[in-house]
């Protein structure tokens, strides 16, 4: 073996790639974009010994960068490629919505956050555009000059078609925290707490209203006045839709405050779920019948509605037998509890099924409003001839629906101002709802198109053929405010009308008692697929009954 020359050891020591070298290049931008931006990790990391030691491992001819190289050259450069990106993005789009918040972070610190959502082709795109400090009161006019730099920055003016915002502030603090009744005491110290187990430390990991106390890049929506939100959407001259997701929660919350003769028998369920996470031998048991007690956060009600779900699934003896056996038949849950478990569960399903669905962000979600509305209202209205224990509870939900929807409700001739239970609201958004665009979003789904209205048990014949007409001439005169150099000449309202039932399915239930859903009929894959032509429709008409 040839002995290295002092020149040679010299030599390795001190060879290091060039700054323009194709690998010290991507393991910077490595560096920066992975473990930075993506992982969220301290720009302090790079000088930190650990980390020298682990690169130089991982390539010792790899040039460290300094932070001061991360703060002033390559965070600068990817933003000003990310910001080209987005203007070229919003360039190619023809139609934008965007949704406004302002957050607070743990200093007390005010942003005003906007959130840009188009199609591109036929893909669905949404990016953050700005997040830039609020100086001073939050007023109108300081909002709409945040507002409107964005937008004008972006050359979006001209585009916008839709503005999403939340409700006001009483709402928002109800949905931050909804808690089932009895959970109260999951989230806090009882008796049951055998091994001091801080559940707000270990359970809310994934929710984003709780973090360490030491983070200071914590941020909280803060609540926006109603006149704020109505001189920003009236000076861009912008329509405003409320954010759905947050008003059906807040129908939950209604619902719940009405929950009380379902509270006995949660309080017993919130407890075997907190004595199964602080009691290994209760674990143990319940992984003896493949049984596990899912953990609950505060900020999502329904991560607690699955906890009922779960417990409520362990047959009734063998959990009660358990508890005997560990000493705690206090909490062994009756007869007369399982059925208003039953019951509470029930009125619930459908509006957990509908909070699951419309939490995706990478498929358009407000096609399925409308049929979500019905499909709730009308389980609703069945149930409530059948609930005895928590009837209450079904009475506002119902109210809270036809209170906090009204404006969609009444296309379809519901009566919305004879509530059982009356439903305060501050800021109340029941007009927005009204929107068409509820209503033709669903039909010009694939998956709806007008059989969510014909398969509702709430409507008569004559209701169903009116709001079909309705919706077929809302859809024509949207495409010729679209297509305003297309002449239409067959699109007139008594056509459509005879046209109104032919997409008609009435499928029979089947005999065997099935689980409830929002969309029976795309589970069991039995809609109506179109013929699709290749002639070229003469009219809008032609081609919307063609599509239908």
């Given at each position: 073996?040839?002995?290295?020359?002092?020149?040679?050891?010299?030599?390795?020591?001190?060879?290091?790639?060039?700054?323009?070298?194709?690998?010290?290049?991507?393991?910077?931008?490595?560096?920066?974009?992975?473990?930075?931006?993506?992982?969220?990790?301290?720009?302090?990391?790079?000088?930190?010994?650990?980390?020298?030691?682990?690169?130089?491992?991982?390539?010792?001819?790899?040039?460290?960068?300094?932070?001061?190289?991360?703060?002033?050259?390559?965070?600068?450069?990817?933003?000003?490629?990310?910001?080209?990106?987005?203007?070229?993005?919003?360039?190619?789009?023809?139609?934008?919505?965007?949704?406004?918040?302002?957050?607070?972070?743990?200093?007390?610190?005010?942003?005003?956050?906007?959130?840009?959502?188009?199609?591109?082709?036929?893909?669905?795109?949404?990016?953050?555009?700005?997040?830039?400090?609020?100086?001073?009161?939050?007023?109108?006019?300081?909002?709409?000059?945040?507002?409107?730099?964005?937008?004008?920055?972006?050359?979006?003016?001209?585009?916008?078609?839709?503005?999403?915002?939340?409700?006001?502030?009483?709402?928002?603090?109800?949905?931050?925290?909804?808690?089932?009744?009895?959970?109260?005491?999951?989230?806090?110290?009882?008796?049951?707490?055998?091994?001091?187990?801080?559940?707000?430390?270990?359970?809310?990991?994934?929710?984003?209203?709780?973090?360490?106390?030491?983070?200071?890049?914590?941020?909280?929506?803060?609540?926006?006045?109603?006149?704020?939100?109505?001189?920003?959407?009236?000076?861009?001259?912008?329509?405003?839709?409320?954010?759905?997701?947050?008003?059906?929660?807040?129908?939950?919350?209604?619902?719940?405050?009405?929950?009380?003769?379902?509270?006995?028998?949660?309080?017993?369920?919130?407890?075997?779920?907190?004595?199964?996470?602080?009691?290994?031998?209760?674990?143990?048991?319940?992984?003896?019948?493949?049984?596990?007690?899912?953990?609950?956060?505060?900020?999502?009600?329904?991560?607690?509605?699955?906890?009922?779900?779960?417990?409520?699934?362990?047959?009734?003896?063998?959990?009660?037998?358990?508890?005997?056996?560990?000493?705690?038949?206090?909490?062994?849950?009756?007869?007369?509890?399982?059925?208003?478990?039953?019951?509470?569960?029930?009125?619930?399903?459908?509006?957990?099924?509908?909070?699951?669905?419309?939490?995706?962000?990478?498929?358009?979600?407000?096609?399925?409003?409308?049929?979500?509305?019905?499909?709730?209202?009308?389980?609703?209205?069945?149930?409530?001839?059948?609930?005895?224990?928590?009837?209450?509870?079904?009475?506002?939900?119902?109210?809270?629906?036809?209170?906090?929807?009204?404006?969609?409700?009444?296309?379809?001739?519901?009566?919305?101002?004879?509530?059982?239970?009356?439903?305060?609201?501050?800021?109340?958004?029941?007009?927005?709802?009204?929107?068409?665009?509820?209503?033709?979003?669903?039909?010009?789904?694939?998956?709806?198109?007008?059989?969510?209205?014909n398969d509702c048990t709430l409507l008569s014949d004559l209701t169903k053929t009116n709001i079909i007409s309705t919706i077929k001439q809302c859809l024509i005169e949207a495409s010729i405010k679209l297509n305003s150099q297309n002449k239409l000449d067959n699109a007139d309202v008594q056509i459509i009308t005879e046209e109104a039932r032919s997409n008609d399915?009435?499928?029979?239930?089947?005999?065997?008692?099935?689980?409830?859903?929002?969309?029976?009929?795309?589970?069991?894959?039995?809609?109506?697929?179109?013929?699709?032509?290749?002639?070229?429709?003469?009219?809008?008409?032609?081609?919307?009954?063609?599509?239908?």
């Open positions: 073996m040839k002995q290295r020359t002092l020149d040679d050891m010299i030599k390795e020591k001190t060879s290091k790639y060039l700054s323009t070298d194709f690998r010290q290049v991507k393991l910077t931008e490595s560096i920066v974009k992975d473990l930075i931006i993506e992982c969220g990790l301290p720009i302090s990391l790079v000088d930190q010994d650990g980390f020298k030691s682990f690169m130089a491992a991982v390539d010792p001819m790899y040039s460290l960068l300094s932070r001061r190289q991360i703060t002033r050259d390559k965070l600068p450069k990817l933003h000003d490629r990310m910001i080209m990106k987005l203007k070229a993005l919003c360039n190619n789009a023809e139609y934008v919505s965007v949704t406004l918040d302002v957050w607070t972070d743990r200093r007390l610190r005010s942003y005003i956050g906007i959130t840009l959502h188009t199609f591109v082709g036929h893909d669905l795109k949404s990016h953050l555009l700005s997040f830039a400090p609020l100086k001073g009161h939050h007023t109108a006019d300081v909002l709409l000059a945040e507002f409107e730099k964005a937008i004008n920055y972006y050359h979006i003016e001209k585009k916008l078609v839709r503005l999403i915002t939340d409700n006001a502030s009483n709402n928002l603090k109800a949905f931050n925290h909804i808690l089932l009744p009895g959970f109260e005491s999951y989230f806090g110290n009882d008796v049951y707490d055998n091994e001091e187990y801080d559940l707000t430390q270990h359970e809310n990991d994934d929710c984003e209203e709780i973090s360490d106390d030491n983070s200071d890049d914590q941020f909280q929506l803060v609540p926006l006045d109603e006149e704020i939100i109505q001189c920003v959407s009236e000076n861009l001259e912008l329509l405003r839709l409320p954010c759905f997701a947050h008003t059906l929660q807040l129908v939950v919350n209604d619902g719940i405050k009405h929950a009380a003769n379902a509270t006995a028998a949660l309080t017993k369920v919130a407890k075997i779920a907190k004595f199964s996470h602080s009691s290994t031998l209760f674990a143990e048991e319940l992984e003896n019948f493949k049984k596990t007690i899912p953990r609950a956060t505060q900020c999502r009600w329904n991560s607690q509605y699955l906890t009922v779900v779960a417990v409520s699934d362990i047959p009734l003896k063998t959990l009660n037998d358990i508890l005997i056996k560990l000493d705690k038949k206090e909490l062994c849950i009756t007869e007369k509890n399982k059925e208003v478990l039953d019951e509470f569960m029930t009125l619930l399903y459908l509006f957990n099924e509908a909070t699951v669905l419309i939490q995706a962000d990478q498929t358009v979600t407000i096609s399925m409003v409308g049929p979500i509305l019905l499909n709730l209202l009308s389980d609703l209205e069945l149930e409530r001839k059948k609930s005895e224990r928590v009837y209450l509870m079904c009475d506002a939900l119902i109210s809270s629906l036809k209170t906090r929807f009204g404006g969609f409700y009444k296309h379809f001739s519901i009566d919305t101002d004879n509530c059982k239970v009356k439903i305060n609201t501050n800021a109340n958004t029941s007009c927005l709802y009204g929107d068409p665009i509820f209503l033709m979003s669903a039909v010009i789904d694939g998956r709806f198109k007008f059989q969510w209205i399915s009435n499928i029979p239930p089947s005999d065997k008692e099935k689980k409830k859903s929002l969309f029976p009929t795309l589970a069991s894959g039995s809609f109506k697929k179109a013929k699709v032509s290749n002639a070229t429709p003469k009219s809008v008409l032609d081609e919307l009954d063609g599509f239908l």
